[in-house]
């Protein structure tokens, strides 16, 4: 199977012919929350964002995981989720082939981010081979036992 997309953020070092080993459930997250206010009749948008997002870095500004609750003249807002947008979100682990394995040494693992169209492509056991994007997403030296 080969997997394929300009949206994959991957954090380690770099695996091409992969095996899965683990994968979390799909999830959705929010990109775009729209809030109905009823005294005033205004609509009101707030978009979110992460370290996964792969976007150029003039189309971000800050952002906050916080969804509002009134509009700032202290009039409650009403979520509507039919209007917000959503993205589907996965993360899988991957790890080099055994038998492609320096001899003596455990294979290298990679934790990848799948979004939109990848989630749910690929099951633990399957062998892939990754393109993507690389994001290093991970915390400095000796963060997460690489050194």
């Known amino acids: 199977m080969r997997v ?9 070092p770099s695996v091409e012919n992969s095996l899965i080993y683990a994968g979390s459930l799909v999830r959705p997250k929010m990109l775009k929350s729209i809030h109905y206010c009823p005294p005033t009749n205004k609509f009101h948008s707030r978009s979110y964002h992460d370290a996964t997002i792969v976007a ?18 202290g009039h409650a807002l009403l979520m509507e989720y039919g209007l917000s947008t959503f993205r589907d979100h996965q993360t899988i682990n991957i790890q ?32 892939i081979q990754m393109v993507g994007v690389y994001k290093s997403s ?3 030296q000796g963060a997460r036992g690489f050194s």
């Open 138 to 140: 991970g915390g400095g």
């Open 96 to 127: 080099e082939m055994p038998e492609r394995a320096p001899a003596g040494q455990l294979p290298r693992g990679v934790e990848v981010v799948l979004a939109d169209d990848l989630v749910d492509c690929c099951k633990p056991g399957d062998r």
């Open 4 to 12: 394929s997309s300009l949206d994959v953020s991957v954090s380690g």
């Open 56 to 73: 150029p870095s003039s189309t971000l500004s800050g952002s906050t995981t916080v969804i509002p609750q009134d509009d700032g003249e």
